[in-house]
């Protein structure tokens, strides 16, 4: 979880007040949403202990998750849907899709913001 989080701080640290229009960093900050819900179905599979008892360290990094949750839930993830191209030659089937993602300049200074406060509750 904190690499994970370290990850995006110096992502988000880099942007800067750089315009976020046709920023491939700015992108690959954004599709962080998918990895994201990912991490949120792994926290919730481990909020309880192997003895039923709630894992209170889990539990705590699901409420302290909540505000970027919120912050990611103003992305548009929209992915095209996907292209089957099979390569008779190479007997080699790609699956092929686009993903694109967008945000509006405030909601990203949102999500710079909540990924530096979340941070800073890690290092302390």
Request: aromatic content about 4%; overall charge negative; proline content about 2%.
């Amino acid at each position: 979880m904190g690499g994970w989080i370290e990850g995006l701080y110096l992502a988000t640290k880099l942007v800067g007040d750089k315009s976020i229009e046709n920023n491939k960093l700015v992108d690959r900050i954004l599709e962080q949403k998918l990895s994201f819900n990912i991490v949120q179905r792994m926290l919730d599979d481990n909020k309880e202990k192997d003895d039923g008892q709630q894992n209170a360290d889990v539990v705590k990094i699901i409420e302290d998750m909540q505000s970027l949750k919120e912050a990611f839930d103003k992305v548009k993830v929209e992915t095209t849907e996907t292209e089957v191209a099979p390569n008779n030659e190479t007997k080699v089937t790609t699956l092929k899709s686009k993903t694109t993602v967008s945000v509006t300049p405030e909601d990203f200074k949102e999500l710079q913001l909540v990924v530096d406060n979340l941070r800073t509750s890690f290092i302390q």
